[in-house]
């Protein structure tokens, strides 16, 4: 019983609701929320016709017990296994899901999907989902803590695959009400397929939106095996040959003294981020910085000279002055700078594609230089969470210097969003959908979930 996954399983399989922080369960309701959000934009955006396509052809199940509503106006009920999948990829497609940065991942767009699809058909009460949820937050989380940053950085892994993974089997045990026994077996099977790989940053391939809902689907299949008598090994996170030894960055650090502490009491959902801009994570202090020079002194592209990005060699490799594809363009540090100093906003869809052919956006991007700076390299080393860390100099053509130091985007655990912002961020998700009409009725719904016993409306507008 001294094996980690035995210490998480059995915190999985008997946490209550009851033994919930007030802010555990605000936050746990906050999660939910923001990635629905994500998946209603995702059903209606432009990957939308792809994303449905593959739910035609992937749609294999017949058991009527397991059919789940994909989300959108028209009736179409598919296989929990598409539906899990199809809406995992919704959520993602924004670039706006939540994240947890001590881990590097998105643990949203994999489990909340998943939540509300297991909670439809095994028709669970708010609070069951509540509870749930915010035990698969704290495996991600301690996961993550351990092989993160230096798995990313180093090796290239993604924790919203991999840790979601292990994540997912932990949920869906708990609103199966799966004992500590089945739990365990469920985590340390998925532990064993688990994975996901960021190099579709590099180019901008579709690879992105796919990976939290592998996870997922990896997490579904392992409780099932478990389910049927199947078991994942003993010492599957810390032994020899397990998950931590795999996913280690190739520096060999690896410190899992922690996993396990404070279970219960620090519960890890608190800290997870709420994203205001729609781009890569590693962005985001770079376009805080912008806006706030933007808005201080009122500028305009047209006064702008020059721009300079100091930061470190991590945010360094997304310089890419010519992204090809949207996913490329929330990867380019040149491009979504471009679009914020024009826009006053970086958050759509709608102004990645408007900017692509836009030539005041191509001027200001021949302007944008990213430098890698020694002292933020330095200051990294000694603070690896604030990844996102960036030094922006902007000159005008009047001579006027103006810089800002961002170490941590807004919306982080320093500066958390409250229910008003994450309001206003929901209704801009879902403006333009079917959904729009009833956006209160939704927001009301999810923020009071402790009291809901049927999500039904969530997935029909």
Request: net charge negative; aromatic share 10%; glycine share 8%.
């Amino acid at each position: 019983m001294d094996y980690l996954i035995y210490g998480l399983a059995d915190y999985v399989a008997n946490l209550r609701y009851e033994d919930l922080s007030e802010r555990a369960i605000e936050v746990g309701k906050q999660v939910i929320l923001d990635s629905y959000g994500n998946m209603v934009f995702g059903r209606y955006c432009a990957e939308s016709n792809r994303i449905m396509e593959y739910a035609k052809l992937a749609d294999t199940v017949v058991k009527n017990e397991d059919l789940v509503p994909l989300i959108g106006k028209e009736e179409i009920l598919t296989g929990s296994d598409t539906a899990v999948f199809v809406h995992t990829m919704m959520a993602r497609c924004a670039d706006l899901d939540d994240g947890y940065r001590h881990a590097m991942g998105h643990p949203g767009s994999g489990l909340v999907p998943l939540l509300l699809s297991m909670a439809h058909i095994y028709k669970k009460e708010g609070k069951e989902m509540i509870t749930a949820i915010v035990a698969a937050y704290d495996v991600y989380a301690r996961l993550g803590e351990v092989i993160n940053p230096f798995m990313y950085r180093e090796r290239g892994f993604d924790a919203t695959g991999v840790c979601g993974a292990v994540a997912a089997a932990a949920l869906i045990s708990k609103i199966i009400g799966a004992d500590a026994a089945k739990t365990k077996n469920a985590m340390g099977i998925a532990s064993l397929f688990t994975g996901g790989l960021i190099e579709y940053q590099n180019d901008g391939t579709s690879g992105k939106i796919m990976c939290s809902g592998w996870g997922a689907l990896t997490g579904m299949r392992a409780v099932r095996l478990a389910s049927c008598g199947f078991t994942g090994p003993n010492a599957a996170l810390e032994g020899k040959h397990g998950f931590f030894q795999a996913f280690k960055g190739t520096s060999g650090h690896c410190d899992w003294s922690h996993v396990l502490s404070n279970l219960g009491k620090d519960f890890k959902v608190t800290s997870i981020y709420f994203k205001r801009h729609a781009c890569q994570r590693g962005l985001h202090s770079t376009l805080d910085a912008m806006l706030d020079i933007r808005e201080s002194y009122t500028l305009t592209p047209a006064l702008i000279k020059s721009v300079e990005v100091k930061t470190s060699s991590f945010v360094h490799r997304l310089s890419n002055p010519n992204p090809k594809t949207a996913i490329g363009a929330q990867a380019s540090t040149q491009f979504t700078s471009a679009v914020a100093l024009k826009y006053g906003r970086m958050d759509s869809e709608e102004l990645i594609f408007k900017s692509f052919n836009d030539p005041e956006i191509q001027q200001l991007v021949q302007k944008i230089t990213v430098t890698k700076d020694e002292k933020i390299e330095e200051y990294l080393a000694k603070n690896p969470t604030h990844f996102c860390a960036a030094k922006v100099i902007v000159v005008t053509f009047e001579g006027q210097v103006y810089e800002r130091w961002a170490p941590v985007p807004l919306g982080d655990v320093e500066t958390p969003f409250g229910w008003g912002v994450l309001k206003l961020k929901f209704d801009n998700l879902i403006a333009g959908t079917p959904f729009e009409k009833t956006k209160d009725e939704r927001f009301d719904l999810l923020k009071n979930l402790e009291s809901i016993d049927n999500i039904s409306m969530l997935f029909q507008s």
